[in-house]
Nanobody
Framework: QVQLVESGGGLVQAGGSLRLSCAAS????????MGWFRQAPGKEREFVAAISRSGDSTYYADSVKGRFTTSRDNAKNTVYLQMNNLKPEETAVYSC??????????????????WGQGTQVTVSS
């Protein structure tokens, strides 16, 4: 069992930056690839980024490449999402999720076993 708690969301102006954190409970955090998803009101959940168990591989949605960076600290059981140059259309609830084993299939939400409750990110224009 893995419990995930996101933090770091908030209100930011367009072009600004936020850093989200996702803290995991348990001693098995390093066994999971981690993903970030977002969901805006009235829209489907959207894949944002993912990182492998060791942190040496990452994968991003095309829409965020070059602006978002995900990283992890397995000693702290925490994964991060650094978001730069945010756009108003990226206003959403951002959630982290844990996927067992490899990074393959990262963009597919049903491949993830555990989800956090999400943190609201609001980007004003």
């Amino acid at each position: 069992q893995v419990q995930l708690v996101e933090s770091g969301g908030g209100l930011v102006q367009a072009g600004g930056s936020l850093r989200l954190s996702c803290a995991a409970s348990g001693r098995t955090f390093s066994r999971y690839a981690m993903g970030w998803f977002r969901q805006a009101p009235g829209k489907e959940r959207e894949f944002v980024a993912a990182i492998s168990r060791s942190g040496d591989s990452t994968y991003y949605a095309d829409s965020v490449k070059g602006r978002f960076t995900t990283s992890r600290d397995n000693a702290k059981n925490t994964v991060y999402l650094q978001m730069n140059n945010l756009k108003p259309e990226e206003t959403a609830v951002y959630s982290c999720a844990a996927k067992p084993a490899v990074l393959g299939g990262a963009p597919v939400s049903h491949n993830y076993d555990y989800w956090g409750q999400g943190t609201q990110v609001t980007v004003s224009s």
